[in-house]
């Protein structure tokens, strides 16, 4: 198996930080290398990466999970290039169950179940990181039961590619999280041959940490929601064109908790729901943004990292594999 390397955005979060470097350390067999990507202005992660000597400190000037994402995919020196958020900490066998998914050479990513805070009304699923005949994401990684299996989707909270099979969008709106671009990076490569698995007995803690931007833990801004929608539609739709219009459609008539449309809306103010009611309007407009992009262009970019240090813009519009092409 190649080497792997762990890309870990971070940022004002030392704490969070601390454990996830150690639960990575811990892992057997070790990553390769662990690239931390940090503000130049974050002092407080600069500190906990001083006292830190397995990990490599990247730094970036501009704000954005994509940004950080970009830079360490950049830096990464292996041929497997996985990500870690800031506030997971992979249990042990994490890291050996992941390289065993990825010896099969048809698998170009692999992730698995982030625990959160437990929820009364949170029930074991299997039907998890889909994109359905109509455009809507059913994510509900956290939730996952059953066996491993092929998915649309899989969450940046814990994800594994191969460097031939990782691409990440550009043009996405938000200043922080930058809601829903794994759509648009996991789309990239089932387009073009490859296999996404996720396997629920690949976990993390996942312990929520603070976010410094528009969407706040618990409170949405009403331009986090606008974001959100635009940049759902934005990937669903330049990836599978074909669903872009369903996705309108189902995202104004119907909708759901994170993007109401009318009928959720409606449902929401029946259950006194004002937090779910309230993202209505940002996620009409953000619905239409999107649609009105894509009708403009059509595409979208990415960037791929065909070897260390280099970047390539793509265009989601680019020759998908054809049979004879596809990996394995």
């Given at each position: 198996m190649t080497g792997v390397s762990i890309v870990?955005?971070?940022?004002?979060?030392?704490?969070?930080l601390a454990r996830c470097l150690a639960a990575l350390d811990a892992q057997r067999p070790r990553a390769d290398e662990v690239l931390v990507v940090c503000r130049a202005d974050d002092a407080a992660t600069r500190s906990v990466l001083a006292g830190s000597p397995s990990a490599r400190r990247i730094d970036v000037s501009a704000s954005g999970v994509l940004h950080a994402m970009r830079a360490g995919a950049r830096a990464a020196r292996n041929e497997l290039i996985g990500f870690v958020d800031d506030d997971a900490e992979p249990r042990p066998g994490w890291l050996a169950g992941t390289l065993e998914r990825l010896a099969d050479p048809t698998v170009g990513g692999v992730g698995g179940r982030d625990l959160v805070d437990p929820h009364p009304q949170h029930r074991p699923k299997r039907d998890v990181g889909r994109i359905t005949p109509l455009g809507k994401l059913?994510?509900?990684?956290?939730?996952?039961?059953?066996?491993?299996r092929d998915v649309d989707v899989l969450k940046a909270a814990d994800m594994v590619f191969r460097r031939q099979a990782l691409a990440l969008p550009d043009g996405l709106r938000g200043d922080g999280a930058?809601?829903?671009?794994?759509?648009a990076t996991?789309?990239?490569?089932?387009?073009?041959?490859?296999?996404l698995v996720y396997d629920p007995d690949l976990v993390v803690d996942h312990l929520a940490g603070p976010r410094f931007d528009d969407d706040a833990r618990g409170?949405?801004?009403?331009?986090?929601a606008r974001n959100a929608a635009f940049n759902l539609v934005l990937c669903v739709g330049a990836l599978r064109p074909e669903l872009l219009r369903r996705r309108l459609l189902f995202g104004l008539l119907i909708g759901d908790q994170g993007g109401p449309g009318v009928v959720r809306a409606g449902v929401a103010l029946a259950r006194r729901e004002s937090e779910v009611a309230r993202r209505f309007?940002?996620?009409?407009?953000?619905?239409v943004a999107a649609y009105r992009r894509l009708r403009?262009?059509?595409?979208?970019?990415?960037?791929?990292?065909?070897e260390p240090g280099v970047e390539v813009a793509v265009s989601s519009g680019s020759r998908r594999a054809t049979p004879e092409e596809a990996p394995g």
């Open positions: 870990v955005p971070s940022y004002r979060r030392p704490e969070r059913v994510g509900d990684h956290h939730l996952g039961t059953g066996q491993a930058q809601m829903h671009f794994e759509i996991c789309l990239w490569a089932i387009a073009r041959g490859w296999r409170v949405q801004s009403a331009r986090a309007w940002p996620s009409v407009t953000g619905h403009s262009s059509g595409e979208l970019t990415l960037y791929t990292y065909p």
